[in-house]
Structures are given as structure tokens and as C-alpha cells.
């Protein structure tokens, strides 16, 4: 079985400023990584994946996120955040054959401060 | 660009009845999933479908829920009696063919039940 743990669940950032959003995951069998965001009252919009090659995986909105096999970690992360950044930030990680279902983890409020 | 689509946006029910939660995955998708998530908490997985039946299910997904695709286009999620706990947000994904970016699950806007 898998499982996805997002450290932290909220994660105030002032604009302008580096932000990484933790993701870490469990599987015995490989896996591909996602992240989704969630803005308020909408529903999962895709940032980035991870399924195969380049560890450095880049998304949507300047976001990108390394996969590091060794440390089974999956972190986001964006160099300048905007307002407009504020949201839910999902880790999911499926397996690599079979139904290919989500494991999602809790989630990571981001909250960016002007 | 293709979207999945949900209907209602809103459901309002007494505990004790049946409701039904529709959604139009993407045309040329072929797997199809439910997830929910109760307010404040995580996405869950609820059912996966594909060829025309469930591939899997998890352990929320009882008897009382139940899945179909009528009619080529729909994916439809059925709770037969509603219970208070049943109150989340329930999202409709869909994917297509694993290897062509099928990984890659494609989610609704979802539709929020609330059971009274």
C-alpha cells in the first residue's frame, strides 16, 4: 500500500518570497507523483508530475518539484510566490500499473502575505 | 481544452434518501474514478472504473454507493440511503489509456453534498 505525508498543513509566506511545500510518500512498488492545487471553492487543477526521467520536474505557475528516490520525497517548491498563490497544495502518488488510483495526502495550506 | 464536467454543483438532501451524482469525463478517457472529501480533510479514493466495472473500491465504498455508465458519455454515483457522515465534496476524475499521459487523472469541479 502507499501513503503520502505532507508535513505541514499550513505555511504563511510573504510575497516575493521562496516557498517549498513537503511532500514524502511510502510505496514498495514504484509510483508516480503529483501535485494539485485547490483554490477556494474549485476543484483539483493539475501543477506538475513526476512519472519518469529528470528528477527536476517544472509545472504550471512557476512551480517545480524534485523526486529524491533516496529520501522517497517529492517536494514543491516556487522561487517568488504571488498573492494569487494562496490555496490547498495536494501530494498524490499513484502506482505504476493497475487501477493507477490517487493516494492523497492531507494537503498544505499556502498562504501568501502582502 | 476538454474538461470534466459535474452535476449539481450543489446537493441538499435528508438523511435516508437516495441521491445522484453525475459527471461527463473527458470523450476519449476510459478510466474513470470517485474520490470525496469531507470538509477540512483529504481527498479520498472511493471507486475506479474501467471496461464497464469496477476495477477497485475502497473501503468507504459499501453497499450503499454504487456506480454506473448509462450511456457512453455519463459516470454516475449513486448513494442509496444518505447518512449525515456522507456530507464532502465529491470529485469525478477520469484518464485515458496509461502510457499516452493516461497517469494522469483529469478532476471536476465536484459537487458538495450535504446531508441534513
Known amino acids: 500500500a502507499q501513503s503520502v505525508t505532507q508535513l505541514d498543513s499550513q505555511v504563511p509566506v510573504f510575497e516575493e518570497a521562496p516557498v517549498e511545500l513537503r511532500c514524502n510518500y511510502s510505496s514498495s512498488v514504484s509510483v508516480y507523483l503529483f501535485w494539485y492545487v485547490q483554490y477556494p471553492n474549485q476543484g483539483l487543477q493539475l501543477l506538475l508530475k513526476?512519472?519518469?526521467?529528470?528528477?527536476l520536474v517544472k509545472g504550471i505557475n512557476g512551480f517545480e518539484a524534485e523526486f529524491n528516490k533516496s529520501q522517497t520525497s517529492f517536494h514543491l517548491r516556487k522561487p517568488s510566490v504571488h498573492i494569487s498563490d494562496t490555496a490547498e497544495y495536494f501530494c498524490?502518488?499513484?502506482?505504476?500499473?493497475?487501477?493507477?488510483?490517487?493516494?492523497f495526502g492531507t494537503g498544505t495550506r499556502l498562504k501568501v502575505l502582502a | 481544452e476538454p474538461e470534466v464536467t459535474q452535476t449539481p454543483s450543489h446537493q441538499v438532501t435528508q438523511m435516508g434518501q437516495e441521491v445522484i451524482l453525475r459527471c461527463v469525463p473527458i470523450s476519449n478517457h476510459l478510466y474513470f474514478y470517485w474520490y470525496r472529501q469531507i470538509l477540512g480533510q483529504k481527498v479520498e479514493f472511493l471507486v475506479s472504473?474501467?471496461?464497464?466495472?469496477?476495477?477497485?473500491k475502497s473501503e468507504i465504498f459499501d453497499d450503499q454507493f454504487s456506480v454506473e455508465r448509462p450511456d457512453g458519455s455519463n459516470f454516475t454515483l449513486k448513494i442509496r440511503s444518505t447518512k449525515l457522515e456522507d456530507s464532502a465534496m465529491y470529485f469525478c476524475?477520469?484518464?485515458?489509456?496509461?502510457?499516452?499521459?493516461?497517469?494522469?487523472?483529469?478532476f471536476g469541479p465536484g459537487t458538495r453534498l450535504l446531508v441534513l
Open positions: 513526476y512519472l519518469s526521467g529528470s528528477t
Open positions: 498524490a502518488v499513484s502506482t505504476t500499473s493497475g487501477t493507477y488510483k490517487y493516494i
Open positions: 472504473f474501467y471496461n464497464n466495472e469496477i476495477s477497485e
Open positions: 476524475a477520469s484518464s485515458g489509456s496509461p502510457g499516452t499521459g493516461g497517469e494522469t487523472q483529469y
